[in-house]
């Protein structure tokens, strides 16, 4: 077998396990004129490093999505697991890059990989870009999706307190009171004492009373007096209002299929756009 950086015809061949190669190197930097010539002179796309890093994780994790289609188009596995399992979509995402994201599906990438771990959805939300987190839904992308550490993706946009992330996700129909460890996405939102996170998850259905494996409430995890405090003290005490109900069972009846959903009960689509949206 010819080294990763040879001239044999490997382009499209598992590597073996090495040290970086000049092609990692070039998809890392972004440089796609270097990579090209590579590329043309045989060097393999799919050499592996010791922790089975692949250029193409190399290229999409730093957002170079010119080196990613000129990877993709030499053959390189969109699908390819590094030593944490994760897939160059994963690595996209986690990026921020809305263009690697889009080339990476284009090319056939799972949105739903088989992961033992973060999907691609998680990693959007972990980075915080709504734009790679509305791209997911569109195309699919499981809103329950667990991961043994994080939990779902709601879990991760209210822990890392991405309010937009988040927004996105209980608008497509995530399930608010998902949990992990009987932790939900409001017991992440009062730990980060965030007060616009707290009102969110509320008013989509959030169970202000869950408990986690000890015992506590959200509001346990909340500062004294503070603002996301009294905000579930707020709902502690007092009923959902007849407009959150109103919000909240528009929204149920939408689901990730959106407004056409619901336009059969012929509610006026003003009426329909308030509800939802402010």
């Given at each position: 077998m010819e080294s990763p950086g040879g001239s044999g015809s490997l382009r499209g061949d598992i590597g073996f396990w090495a040290d970086r190669t000049p092609v990692h190197e070039a998809a890392r930097r972004g440089e796609a004129a270097r990579l090209r010539q590579l590329i043309e002179n045989g060097a393999c796309v799919n050499a592996v490093t010791y922790d089975s890093i692949t250029p193409l994780h190399e290229a999409s994790l730093r957002g170079q999505a010119q080196c990613v289609r000129?990877?993709?188009?030499?053959?390189?596995?969109?699908?390819?697991?590094?030593?944490?399992?994760?897939?160059?979509?994963?690595?996209?995402?986690?990026?921020?890059?809305?263009?690697?994201?889009?080339?990476?599906?284009?090319?056939?990438?799972?949105?739903?990989?088989?992961?033992?771990?973060?999907s691609p959805l998680h990693e959007a939300c972990m980075n915080g870009s709504p734009e790679c987190v509305q791209l997911l839904i569109e195309v699919g992308a499981n809103l329950e999706a667990h991961d043994c550490h994080f939990g779902t993706p709601l879990h991760v946009a209210c822990a890392r307190e991405h309010l937009r992330c988040a927004k996105l996700l209980l608008q497509a129909g995530a399930n608010v009171n998902a949990a992990k460890l009987h932790e939900t996405a409001l017991h992440h939102a009062a730990k980060a004492r965030n007060a616009a996170l707290v009102e969110l998850l509320v008013e989509f259905g959030g169970n202000i009373y869950a408990r986690d494996n000890r015992g506590k409430k959200p509001s346990d995890y909340t500062r004294s007096s503070g603002p996301a405090a009294r905000c579930c003290e707020f709902y502690e005490r007092t009923p959902l209002s007849l407009l959150q109900l109103c919000r909240l069972s528009v929204r149920r009846a939408a689901g990730r299929r959106g407004l056409p959903a619901i336009a059969k009960l012929q509610i006026p689509p003003r009426l329909i756009r308030y509800l939802c949206y402010n």
């Open positions: 000129l990877l993709l188009e030499a053959g390189a596995q969109v699908d390819a697991r590094n030593i944490d399992g994760s897939t160059p979509l994963c690595d996209a995402c986690a990026s921020g890059s809305l263009e690697c994201v889009r080339v990476l599906l284009a090319h056939g990438a799972k949105v739903n990989p088989p992961l033992y771990t973060a």
